[in-house]
């Protein structure tokens, strides 16, 4: 008989809770918060959605093509105009400049997120 083991990464229900602290530049339309909070939360069915669908998917996996997708939208939505002089885009206008402020933007929503912190952790104490 085989032994079938339970997979660790069972399928809790993430809820969408964060909300948008971060302060868009300039170029942010007339509601960036309606926006910013329109993508995060459809971000979250889209997964939540995949996993309904099928119970023996992976969460990693999910959350994994949700993370490249959300990262080639990024850096789709963050190509320099082109023009040399351009303010807005200065600050972004390299590969390493825009890594750079990606890995800003991960450490932000990471520490925002209910979910960085887990009761599972390792370094978390337990009397
Ligand atoms: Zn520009």
């Given at each position: 008989m085989a032994f079938v083991a339970l997979p660790c990464r069972s399928p809790p229900k993430l809820t969408v809770t964060m909300l948008r602290t971060f302060l868009h530049g300039v170029?942010?339309?007339?509601?960036p918060e309606a926006h910013f909070n329109e993508a995060f939360a459809r971000t979250v069915d889209i997964g939540n959605t995949i996993a309904d669908q099928d119970q023996q998917a992976d969460l990693w996996d999910i959350a994994d093509g949700m993370l490249a997708g959300a990262l080639q939208f990024w850096l789709y939505s963050r190509?320099?105009?082109?023009?040399?002089?351009c303010e807005d885009c200065a600050p972004l206008s390299t590969a390493q400049s825009r890594m750079t402020e990606l890995k800003r933007l991960i450490d932000q929503f990471a520490a925002e997120s209910?979910?960085?912190?887990?009761?599972?952790?390792?370094n978390v104490g337990r009397a």
């Open positions: 170029a942010a339309m007339q509601n190509q320099p105009c082109g023009d040399a002089n209910e979910y960085f912190h887990t009761p599972q952790d390792q």
